[in-house]
């Protein structure tokens, strides 16, 4: 019994002291970001840093909160974990800091790849990667005797022998609900048909083309093979419907795809079908209809340069390899060294290997993005053609952009 | 009141108001004529994970140096009133010359987002209010005819749609009205149609909006009502019964009258609420057929770049919508209180 004790806690303060031995900080450090788990395991790691008070706040509404967080002198949050669209609001408002010297002080073991360098200054240090794939259940694909798709006309395919066979009815998922996840659907048809957001160098919108028309039109097919209720299904009621075992083929969120089947109550047939492959390509493009994301961390701006410097120190000792062990590999692809890619990652791999493009960082994306996910929703319900869509797409955005003096 | 009295006993509510009313309405007004300075570009060189190219980015300080200059932005005047995301003046007046018809000329209407959302706003308004002070009243005037052993818990359970929080209430009934969920289902077995879903269809999306917005305030009317039944005088209603008035006849004749000022009150405070409907349609996910001016605040405030003149532009027009809907009301009032006097 007392020896068992004693090794316990031996076996304690061993942990302890190997967790907190090289991460002592003297000053702030205050995260707010995103809540799943990967930057759960960022947050718990920034927390084990001793000699300064160490405060997260990781919430899905991060991106209402970080810029009003991060705007006062001192800011209230020394760190904004972001990604690439929500790091263009921290840069246009100008809230975050170049991180150059800190890393030639504290951060020689970051990789280059790590480091998002804008305009020559180092912004943000990487630390995930992430995508949009598709997402399949192989047993019921076995079932009709048709290869994994890699186009989308394979998938329109593929789900109308689902269908007519009446193994499901809408074998279709997509996270098409209006708003955000609706444009990002858009986007990834519109990267995949080849289209160009902007005309080259400037904020004027290009989308009212033959593309655009075209990425609608696939779009109207698919949303014909889902649940009628598709304008109000987000990722997470998508996920739903897969593991229910409504769904067969969707494209879904790389960082969703370990967790997928986890959930109580989900069908042995759903478990053991899941499958995972790359994004598919539409049009006959090369390009895959998807887009590449990076999540890393920022630095503040209006804080001490000894808040920084404990910030910056604090993160990188989140993120050092020895962080990589069997619970965290699983929860994301890492962009950290020494990281050994799992069977979830492989969609997201295929996506950076395949050519796939990173989602824009450009200052006016954002305001097409809202545009788009407003504007959307008449044409998914057949109530105007593309054209119209389009045309009130660009309306809404150059009256945004005015406002905003992009035009 | 001595004048000077009443100075110093008004004084703490003056400047609270002044503080807390007056000077919001002047800045929300202020940013509404106000927008955001050129944004000046400049092509950089942008490296992430995925590879280097070249991106526009924002110059950071020529921008600072021209806010610095003039802190409030460039002058819009009614410039964000009159876009495509208001009032669109020069898109109304194109739909006009253009379109053949008065049919064809509300089409084009409906497609602009402003007019849209009025439409829906109305619409819920005007029905959601009476409906919900005709409902609250029938249950108030059964309430009060109850036992009194019965009455407390019988209050309870009627006040439960108001005291769940409107989010929380407006996604416990979502579910439950999803295809696969009890009411959805129920519905569909019903009507003997398997397809039916009332998240598909704009209409039956509008129906189950307003049935949610009856449900959540009636329970306020009905308070208000029971409370004005306690001072019913019953000299009056016995009086009634004994000239052998009926109960429908005591209701219209005797009840009705009594508490006709608290349904002004109830009106005047439902026909504010409901104008600026927005729980339920975050709730049920029905931004892609209800929208409201208090859903534009929100969609443009939380996006990845926050427009902050639309939004004040949005709120000074819900304010003025608000005063416009409310006239009619605070007229009558006022023609009441005079006639009194």
């Given at each position: 019994?007392?020896?068992?004790?004693?090794?316990?806690?031996?076996?304690?303060?061993?942990?302890?002291?190997?967790?907190?031995?090289?991460?002592?900080?003297?000053?702030?450090?205050?995260?707010?970001?995103?809540?799943?788990?990967?930057?759960?395991?960022?947050?718990?790691?920034?927390?084990?840093?001793?000699?300064?008070?160490?405060?997260?706040?990781?919430?899905?509404?991060?991106?209402?909160?970080?810029?009003?967080?991060?705007?006062?002198?001192?800011?209230e949050y020394t760190s904004a974990i972001v990604a690439n669209s929500s790091i263009v609001a921290l840069m246009n408002d100008d809230l975050i800091r170049p991180l150059d010297d800190l890393i030639a002080e504290h951060g020689q073991d970051l990789q280059k790849s790590q480091l998002i360098t804008i305009d020559g200054k180092v912004m943000a240090v990487a630390f995930m990667a992430n995508a949009q794939?598709?997402?399949?259940?192989?047993?019921?694909?076995?079932?009709?005797?048709?290869?994994?798709?890699?186009?989308?006309?394979?998938?329109?395919?593929?789900?109308?022998?689902?269908?007519?066979?009446?193994?499901?009815?809408?074998?279709?998922?997509?996270?098409?609900?209006?708003?955000?996840?609706?444009?990002?659907?858009?986007?990834?048809?519109?990267?995949?048909?080849?289209?160009?957001?902007?005309?080259?160098?400037?904020?004027?919108?290009?989308?009212?083309?033959?593309?655009g028309v075209a990425t609608l039109e696939m779009m109207k097919s698919l949303s014909e093979y889902m649940n009628p209720d598709f304008l109000t299904h987000d990722s997470n009621a998508t996920n739903a419907e897969y593991r229910a075992g409504n769904v067969a083929l969707m494209n879904m969120w790389g960082s969703r795809a370990a967790s997928l089947v986890e959930a109580e109550g989900v069908a042995q047939e759903v478990v053991d079908g899941m499958a995972i492959a790359g994004p598919m390509t539409v049009g006959g493009g090369n390009i895959p209809a998807t887009t590449l994301w990076w999540d890393g961390w920022t630095v503040s701006k209006n804080i001490s340069d000894e808040d920084a410097a404990a910030t910056f120190i604090a993160l990188t000792h989140a993120i050092r390899p020895e962080m990589l062990n069997e619970e965290t590999s699983s929860q994301a692809v890492w962009l950290i060294s020494g990281y050994e890619p799992t069977d979830a990652s492989e969609g997201v791999i295929a996506a950076a290997n395949a050519g796939s493009v990173p989602y824009p960082m450009l200052p006016f994306q954002g305001l097409l993005h809202t545009a788009l996910g407003a504007e959307l929703t008449d044409f998914m319900q057949g109530k105007e053609d593309a054209a119209t869509a389009l045309a009130d797409i660009e309306a809404a955005y150059n009256a945004a952009a005015k406002e905003k003096g992009f035009l | 009141m001595k004048h000077k009295t009443f100075f110093w006993f008004f004084l703490p509510t003056a400047v609270a108001m002044l503080l807390f009313i007056a000077m919001p309405l002047v800045s929300v007004v202020m940013q509404s004529l106000f927008t955001p300075h050129e944004q000046v570009f400049k092509i950089v060189e942008t490296c992430d994970p995925f590879g280097?190219?070249?991106?526009?980015?924002?110059?950071?300080?020529?921008?600072?140096?021209?806010?610095?200059?003039?802190?409030?932005?460039?002058?819009?005047?009614?410039?964000?009133?009159?876009?495509?995301?208001?009032?669109?003046?020069?898109?109304?007046?194109?739909?006009?010359?253009?379109?053949?018809?008065?049919?064809?000329?509300?089409?084009?209407?409906?497609?602009?987002?402003?007019?849209?959302?009025?439409?829906?706003?109305?619409?819920?308004?005007?029905?959601?209010?009476?409906?919900?002070?005709?409902?609250?009243?029938?249950?108030?005037?059964?309430?009060?005819?109850?036992?009194?052993?019965?009455?407390?818990?019988?209050?309870?359970?009627?006040?439960?749609?108001?005291?769940?929080?409107?989010?929380?209430?407006?996604?416990?009934?979502?579910?439950?009205?999803?295809?696969?969920?009890?009411?959805?289902?129920?519905?569909?077995?019903?009507?003997?149609?398997?397809?039916?879903?009332?998240?598909?269809?704009?209409?039956?999306?509008?129906?189950?909006?307003?049935?949610?917005?009856?449900?959540?305030?009636?329970p306020f009317a009905f308070v208000v009502f029971y409370a004005g039944l306690q001072t019913l005088p019953q000299d009056t209603l016995e009086s009634s019964m004994i000239d052998g008035a009926s109960r429908w006849q005591q209701i219209k004749y005797v009840v009705i009258p009594h508490i006709m000022p608290l349904v002004t009150f109830v009106a005047l405070i439902q026909l504010m609420d409901n104008f600026r409907v927005f729980e339920p349609i975050v709730g049920f996910n029905a931004s892609a057929h209800a929208t409201s001016l208090s859903w534009f605040i929100f969609n443009d405030l939380a996006g990845e770049t926050r427009l902050l003149s639309s939004a004040s532009t949005t709120s000074v027009l819900t304010i003025l919508g608000v005063c416009i809907l409310l006239s009619p009301v605070l007229v009558r009032t006022w023609r009441d209180f005079n006639r009194k006097v």
């Open positions: 019994m007392l020896l068992k004790r004693i090794a316990l806690t031996s076996a304690l303060v061993l942990t302890a002291s190997a967790a907190f031995a090289d991460c002592t900080i003297s000053g702030r450090v205050s995260i707010i970001g995103n809540e799943f788990p990967a930057i759960q395991t960022i947050g718990a790691g920034a927390s084990e840093c001793t000699g300064g008070e160490v405060t997260t706040n990781l919430t899905a509404d991060h991106q209402t909160l970080n810029v009003p967080g991060m705007q006062g002198d001192p800011a794939h598709l997402v399949y259940r192989s047993d019921v694909l076995a079932k009709i005797g048709v290869d994994v798709p890699t186009t989308y006309e394979e998938m329109l395919a593929a789900a109308e022998m689902i269908r007519s066979q009446g193994i499901m009815e809408n074998p279709v998922g997509g996270a098409y609900a209006s708003g955000w996840n609706l444009a990002q659907e858009f986007n990834n048809m519109y990267i995949g048909m080849g289209g160009e957001f902007f005309s080259a160098g400037t904020a004027e919108v290009s989308i009212n083309n033959a593309q | 280097c190219k070249q991106s526009t980015g924002i110059d950071l300080e020529a921008t600072n140096s021209l806010r610095a200059e003039k802190p409030l932005g460039r002058f819009a005047g009614l410039n964000i009133y009159l876009d495509r995301g208001h009032l669109a003046s020069s898109e109304v007046a194109a739909a006009w010359l253009k379109s053949d018809g008065i049919g064809a000329f509300f089409n084009a209407i409906g497609n602009l987002p402003f007019y849209r959302a009025m439409a829906f706003t109305l619409t819920f308004t005007f029905l959601v209010t009476p409906l919900a002070i005709i409902l609250g009243f029938v249950i108030a005037v059964s309430v009060n005819s109850l036992h009194r052993h019965l009455k407390g818990l019988v209050i309870f359970f009627s006040l439960l749609p108001m005291i769940v929080s409107p989010l929380i209430g407006s996604l416990v009934l979502f579910w439950m009205i999803d295809s696969r969920g009890i009411l959805g289902n129920a519905l569909q077995w019903l009507f003997q149609d398997p397809d039916l879903s009332l998240k598909a269809s704009t209409g039956l999306t509008w129906v189950m909006l307003m049935v949610y917005g009856v449900w959540h305030t009636a």
